[in-house]
């Protein structure tokens, strides 16, 4: 069966410091994998998309980036965070490229930026 | 392009009384529609899917949900409230675009009293 990592779970970080956030995908090959940001009230919003290794497509021009170094790993950084990336980060991954095929979402992880 | 609209941000019914959660979409294609739930702290869960095969969805924890095409609406009921469906409710859309993309709306918390 497919299971999807993400961590750390909750992460405090201080203004202008970096970020690394991994996710990372078992059971499955060729995944497509997401990063959303949930802010209360706001939804969720997707941030990165990776259809394959090093493709990487922008949703939302902000101060984050991805990589997607292997076929399973997703990563999330920042060089210098600011107060608004602070939220609820979710990583999820699909098969398949029509629209019918669900995501499925891992565990999140809370950045509280200080 | 689309969206989604989730009337009613929050919704509170009581224990064994019908639950009812609205979501209106607007796509450019016939789309494909998405509820999943959020428990406190956790990442999202599927909870049933539309993909044209049939307008009434069955999906688990006795969740369903019927497309309306002239109504452009994609309802979720339950018919009993049970104190453990209370959590956060997305609603997501998805067009034929080739890639799995969602967009989702901004979630309705449930809330069950006894």
Redesign the interface.
């Known amino acids: 069966s497919q299971t999807i990592h993400q961590w750390p779970a909750t992460l405090v970080q201080p203004v202008g410091s970096p970020l690394s956030l991994e996710c990372t995908v078992e059971g499955t090959s060729n995944p497509?994998l997401?990063w959303y940001r949930q802010a209360a009230?706001?939804?969720?919003q997707?941030l990165f998309?990776s259809?394959g290794i090093g493709q990487i497509s922008s949703?939302v021009p902000q101060n984050l980036s991805a990589s997607r170094p292997q076929d399973r790993q997703f990563i999330l950084s920042s060089k210098k965070l600011l107060l608004s990336d602070s939220g609820?980060y979710?990583c999820?991954w699909?098969i398949?490229?029509?629209?019918?095929?669900?995501?499925?979402?891992?565990?999140?992880t809370?950045l509280t930026v200080l | 392009a689309q969206s989604v609209t989730q009337l009613g941000?929050h919704v509170s019914v009581s224990e064994g009384a019908l639950v009812l959660l609205r979501c209106n979409y607007s796509s450019s294609v016939p789309p494909?529609l998405?509820w999943?739930v959020q428990y406190p702290?956790?990442?999202?869960?599927?909870l049933l899917?539309y993909?044209s095969a049939a307008t009434l969805v069955k999906g688990i924890n006795g969740f369903e949900a019927e497309f309306k095409k002239s109504e452009t609406s994609f309802h979720l009921t339950k018919p009993s409230a049970h104190m453990s469906d209370a959590a956060e409710y997305?609603c997501a859309v998805?067009?034929?675009?080739?890639?799995?993309?969602?967009?989702?709306?901004?979630?309705t918390m449930l809330l069950v009293s006894p």
């Open positions: 497509n997401y009230g706001r939804g969720l997707l998309y259809v949703e609820f979710l999820a699909s398949g490229l029509a629209g019918e095929n669900e995501q499925f979402f891992g565990p999140g809370r | 941000s494909y998405f999943y702290n956790q990442g999202l869960q599927l899917k993909t997305f998805s067009g034929d675009s080739g890639y799995s993309t969602l967009t989702f709306g901004k979630g």
